[in-house]
């Protein structure tokens, strides 16, 4: 059984457990508080170099990092990875996109402005960066999305996943979506996709439903 | 034939520009100058929406963005690109990591510090940080590579080609790799394989010689 390595108000470590979920696939998790320093323990370092969630243990001692990567190795041979050359290589780019373009702003603003008190303050001078940029990646996502339902392959795929995990936060932390009917409507067909779960479900509350 | 629009002094543009070498695969090169407006005409927005070189024209009319999601649709199905499922996944966690971790430190300092006139002024404020977090990645590249000498699957891969790309310009925008033997020595290993190509490379002159 895979061991994921995730925290619970991450983004990034929310993509893999919406992911696991809908596949249907179990998993051990173990919840590592990176504003405690627990992403930067000698030994989680030792698992993960790069000191983030989330991670996942894919065989004894062996983890894989990047958010992205680990969607890509958790779907593989399945209907929510598109294997096809073209379509694959489309993905990827919407992957990148996000990693590149929404991540560092929405998931930036997220981080400094919901989940770090004071944060507001500490980071005023990048937060208009942030929106601008932001606002920027949200205008390319409508322009594809008011074409199309899903990002890749006319399906729902784990570039939807990718991109679903910051967006949905977005209004959290100070982005207006009025601008963006495309994407809200995308947001809403998302969260209706069967083994969907929330950000914040937990699966032992589940389990003692 | 390949339709690449590409900047010459891009390190993301120089990725597919490299990858396209090794596999000796003939492209038509557009020469897209980002620092004149040149990949935010309505024309190329159109192209791609994101307004970012490189772009590569796969059929009449069909576009793929991303330097990183090019690599893996050029070199599919070639001993470049990793296809087991570990493997896989590890190549693209390094290029996620590359996308995530290193461009927007190294390549941001390369754009503002080499390419912008007076860009070392006008970004003061945001030097520390690039130079604090592209340390952080290359200490990363360095703890893979001491034991390592690729990135993936113990051969040279898009990954390696991802990586190397803004890793081999920190020398000219301020990083100094004296505390990074394994990156340096990894350098000159991607400089000695077979179909190397530097940066400054023009089709035209290798045609004209």
Redesign the interface.
């Given at each position: 059984m895979y061991t994921l390595y995730s925290m619970q108000r991450s983004g990034n470590s929310y993509k893999v457990r919406l992911g696991l979920a809908r596949l249907g696939i179990p998993y051990r998790r173990v919840e590592i508080d990176i504003l405690q320093g627990e992403s930067r323990t000698p030994e989680f370092i030792a698992m993960n170099?790069?000191g983030q969630v989330p991670l996942l243990e894919?065989?004894p001692n062996?983890h894989?990092?990047?958010?992205?990567?680990?969607l890509?190795?958790v779907a593989?041979g399945t209907t929510l990875a598109p294997e096809g050359?073209?379509e694959?290589?489309?993905a990827?780019?919407w992957?990148?996109?996000e990693?590149?373009?929404l991540?560092?702003n929405i998931g930036a603003a997220y981080f400094w402005l919901c989940l770090i008190k004071g944060g507001r303050d500490l980071q005023g001078?990048a937060i208009e960066g942030w929106m601008e940029n932001g606002y920027r990646a949200l205008?390319?996502m409508e322009?594809?999305l008011s074409k199309h339902d899903y990002f890749v392959d006319k399906r729902f795929t784990i570039a939807d996943i990718a991109l679903y995990a910051y967006t949905h936060l977005a209004h959290q932390c100070d982005f207006d979506l009025g601008r963006y009917p495309a994407v809200r409507a995308w947001l809403e067909r998302i969260a209706r996709e069967p083994g969907y779960v929330p950000m914040d479900f937990e699966p032992h509350m589940a389990a003692a439903e």
């Open positions: 170099p790069s894919v065989a062996r894989l990092a990047e958010s992205n990567a680990i890509w190795y593989g050359r073209i694959r290589a489309e990827m780019q992957m990148f996109f990693q590149h373009s991540e560092p001078h205008g390319v322009m594809h």
